[in-house]
């Protein structure tokens, strides 16, 4: 019985995973526009150096298409160089390892542009990232049922399809950051330190190699750590675990240490700095993010969402009853450095715009997911509780 149970799981996760893998390859294959930062990343990616404009020759003469063509595609005779994906990262103010994977990508493009190295490439990062959804789902929910659909929602969300299809770094920070998020869950309930300990240090290495701001989610996530570990008096995986995490800093630092440059000498890191201590900024700056979650998380449906969770509220208080929650631990632990990772992006972000908050974008939406049944479930019955999801 388990094992027809199990295939029953396994087939609903391929029909899902199809599922949106097919409906991103059709906005995929709809994709018209090359956004500015899009065409750094192929530059960045092949180019002997960070802007094309810093060539002697760029101002003051007139160049045909092939000669920005030249920065956005790799040459036949350029093949096998992967050296301005290290250089380029060097020089500019993000870690290399995406546009490592991208360059991969593009070799089998080589002498012509398209966007399909960087489409295909995402794609090939949310079949894990979906798994993983589905699998955080299905731990605070404990409904197979109730995160299948939670992760279908979750991925086709605007933001879902953004991250899905802008040719940016940002995919692979979310998946990063649900990997991290997935193998801490498991750290603290199974209580052991192989594999899951050793696993966390390879996330978190890789993590930071791909994007700093995944840095403000694994900070909250190990102070959180920590500190549970501590409580129980766990000596054995708490000393696992500091080794792994600073085993991974130092690797991290060891394989990039232009890293130090970026985040506090670099002009995105001071300007990071110079909005953090700008007060004035900060409430303007998370209600524009809020606004951006309202549109591209939940597509307009979070003010009718927030009024069932009022109602429930409301309910619940007359009745002088309490929420239902299952596992509200793990929301508990998962929501923390999510909600963190929020409001400092929101602040240190150079500008108000989505991508940078794609890396958390799919556990606030099963977090939101989460939150709403927890309160329809205390008010009703759990059929309903489902329906209105």
């Known amino acids: 019985m388990k094992a ?119 794609l090939i990062i949310q079949i894990p990232t979906i798994l993983l959804l589905y699998a955080i789902a299905k731990r605070l929910f404990e409904s197979k049922r109730l995160a299948y659909a939670a992760t279908f929602f979750s991925s086709v969300s605007l933001s879902a399809l953004s991250s899905a299809t802008y040719i940016r770094m940002y995919a692979l920070a979310a998946f990063f950051t649900l990997l991290t998020a997935w193998l801490h869950l498991l750290m603290m309930e199974k209580k052991k330190i192989f594999p899951y300990v050793p696993a966390i240090g390879l996330s978190a290495l890789c993590g930071s190699l791909t994007h700093y701001y995944y840095l403000f989610f694994l900070a909250v996530l190990f102070l959180s750590s920590v500190i549970v570990f501590v409580k129980l008096k766990d000596k054995k995986i708490l000393a696992a675990y500091l080794s792994a995490v600073s085993a991974a800093a130092v690797l991290s630092l060891a394989v990039f240490p232009y890293s130090i440059v970026h985040l506090f000498f670099g002009y995105r890191g001071q300007g990071a700095v110079e909005n953090l201590t700008a007060a004035p900024r900060f409430l303007f700056s998370i209600g524009a993010y809020l606004i951006k979650v309202e549109t591209f998380v939940f597509n307009h449906i979070a003010i009718t969402a927030a009024l069932i969770c009022v109602s429930a509220l409301v309910i619940l208080k007359k009745r002088k009853s309490s929420i239902v929650f299952y596992n509200g631990k793990y929301a508990k632990f998962l929501f923390i450095p999510t909600a963190f990772y929020f409001l400092i992006s929101s602040i240190a972000s150079p500008y108000i715009e989505l991508r940078y908050l794609l890396p958390v974008c799919p556990i606030i939406s099963i977090l939101a997911i989460y939150l709403i049944y927890g309160l329809i479930l205390s008010v009703s019955s759990k059929k309903t509780a489902c329906a209105v999801l």
């Open 4 to 122: 027809i149970i199990k295939r029953r799981e396994t087939i609903a996760l391929i029909v899902l995973i199809i599922t949106l893998i097919t409906i991103y390859s059709f906005v995929g294959s709809k994709k018209e526009y090359l956004h500015m930062d899009e065409a750094y990343s192929y530059g960045l990616s092949n180019y002997d150096r960070v802007e094309i404009g810093d060539n002697e020759d760029f101002y003051d003469e007139w160049h045909d298409g092939e000669y920005y063509n030249d920065y956005l595609i790799v040459n036949d005779d350029e093949k096998g160089d992967f050296s301005p994906v290290y250089e380029n990262q060097r020089d500019d103010v993000h870690p290399p390892l995406y546009y490592l994977f991208l360059r991969i990508f593009m070799e089998f493009y080589a002498g012509k542009f398209s966007m399909r190295p960087g489409i295909i490439l995402n």
